[in-house]
């Protein structure tokens, strides 16, 4: 049975579905803006484990929103929306913009081997349902309106600091994080509906009871979940940045409107963070899935460093740590092709197989202890265990990993750059010209790939 860490209990409590036939989770998607970067990414493995782990034992209904629209480049409502900016940046439309980011978000997130999500929704395609959120807030008494939106006056519900504690949010009045802005009656108060400004068109906005305009950036949540997923959801999923104000906002919105409870395990993964700090496109450290592969790593290497480290700690990203978890990874894999060669298909010892597997759904279910579970399948693989019973370990652990390690062959990409080294290799020994060939050979061998020349011309294998 599983165990998660509820920021909202700050505990590691015993999860069971509101319902019985499926567990309902939701979480917070990309804005697609740009190319998400592997903190990001980092984030939806993190989520990934908790759908396949969930899966294990019921069905889980699974929904993350995709956010096209309103979230403006400070979380605080003023800045540009990322997505005007990006349309800007690239001299294309927004809604272009929003097309061409979320396709690159689905190839990273599927390359990673994360499970699509039973429903994703758009935020521009819920524009109904956020105004209807923002209608039934207003008849309720939860809002205002300033001279660029309609705002939630967070100090018309009391259980505003209950996610973070009282601390920070008393933090907040003295205007700390939240840019003051003269109008709102609360630093911690948000807009809900923005106002499109006057001298300046907007390419995404649409009318409403409160003028032509565009959705806040937190509404979109809480009017997609409940969408989907009813007034109260079992698990909501984010980054730990997301807990003092968007979700804290989330809930303010949701409840407002509801009167119920909106989210019964609220679950948070630390951050990636690069050795020179926050991972931001301006400090030069900004890593994509892209970037990764084309210095010869496959997405799964990536996953395998994620596994190593537990979901509530940060994790500090380095190709030093990427080139062992691609190591390790393959080293496995050598190992899976092996015992597939020795199998005769036979289960031999049923009882240690079974014990080996509860072992490994322990640790997954406490709280997902990654590095654990990994531990106990590499004892399990080095055992004396039979070449079927370790197989079948193998894909029951699988299920909750996702690092295809019975489909995929062991295949290690060769680095762009080795690519070249030999391209440039069999043209000089073409000229004969040995002197620069050896060369390359010393270039190849540094990059862990040793060359052999035969009959057939120039052949490679790793170190
Ligand atoms: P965004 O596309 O900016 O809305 O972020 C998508 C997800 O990535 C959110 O759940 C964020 O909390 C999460 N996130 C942002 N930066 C990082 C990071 N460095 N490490 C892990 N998760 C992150
Ligand atoms: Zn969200």
């Given at each position: 049975m599983l165990k998660i860490y509820n920021t909202l209990t700050k505990n590691k409590d015993v999860f069971t579905s509101l319902n019985k036939d499926a567990a309902t989770m939701y979480c917070c998607g990309p804005t697609v803006y740009n190319y998400a970067h592997i903190g990001n990414l980092r984030t939806y493995i993190f989520e990934d484990l908790l759908v396949r782990t969930l899966s294990a034992d019921m069905p889980v209904k699974h929904v993350m929103n995709v956010t096209d629209v309103g979230h403006l480049t400070s979380d605080a409502d003023s800045g540009e929306d990322k997505m005007e900016l990006g349309a800007a940046r690239e001299g294309k439309s927004a809604w272009d913009i929003a097309k061409f980011y979320e396709g690159k978000f689905f190839e990273d997130f599927d390359s990673l081997n994360c499970k699509r999500p039973t429903v994703t929704a758009r935020a521009t395609e819920h524009i109904k349902e956020m105004i209807a959120l923002v209608k039934k807030l207003e008849e309720k008494g939860y809002t205002y309106k300033t001279s660029d939106g309609i705002y939630y006056d967070t100090s018309k519900f009391p259980a505003y600091h209950n996610l973070v504690g009282r601390a920070h949010i008393d933090g907040l009045k003295t205007g700390a994080r939240v840019d003051f802005n003269d109008e709102k009656r609360n630093a911690s108060d948000f807009a809900l509906w923005k106002f499109s400004p006057k001298d300046k068109q907007r390419q995404m906005q649409w009318n409403s009871p409160w003028g032509v305009g565009f959705p806040g950036w937190h509404i979109e949540c809480s009017a997609m979940a409940m969408k989907y997923l009813?007034?109260?959801?079992d698990i909501h999923c984010g980054g730990i940045d997301h807990v003092a104000i968007h979700h804290t906002n989330e809930i303010a919105q949701a409840e407002g409107a509801t009167g119920k409870k909106y989210v019964r395990y609220w679950v948070h993964g630390e951050f990636l963070i690069m050795t020179s700090g926050k991972m931001s496109k301006s400090s030069g450290g900004f890593v994509t899935v892209q970037t990764l592969k084309e210095k010869g790593y496959s997405p799964l290497d990536y996953r395998y460093l994620c596994l190593g480290?537990?979901?509530?700690t940060q994790l500090e990203f380095s190709y030093e740590a990427l080139t062992f978890a691609r190591n390790t990874r393959l080293g496995l894999m050598e190992r899976i092709a092996a015992l597939k060669a020795e199998t005769d298909g036979k289960i031999k010892e049923e009882a240690a197989l079974n014990a080996a597997k509860t072992a490994f759904k322990d640790a997954m279910d406490d709280d997902l202890n990654t590095s654990k579970a990994l531990a106990v399948l590499w004892d399990f693989i080095k055992s004396r265990a039979a070449a079927a019973d370790k197989l079948d370990f193998l894909k029951y652990a699988d299920g909750f990993l996702g690092l295809s390690l019975l489909e995929e062959e062991v295949q290690k990409p060769l680095p762009k750059e080795a690519e070249e080294f030999l391209a440039a290799r069999k043209e000089a020994r073409a000229k004969k010209d040995f002197k620069t060939s050896d060369e390359l050979r010393d270039k190849l061998s540094a990059l862990g790939i040793i060359v052999k020349d035969t009959p057939k011309g120039q052949e490679w294998r790793w170190k």
């Open positions: 009813g007034d109260t959801l480290a537990h979901y509530r």
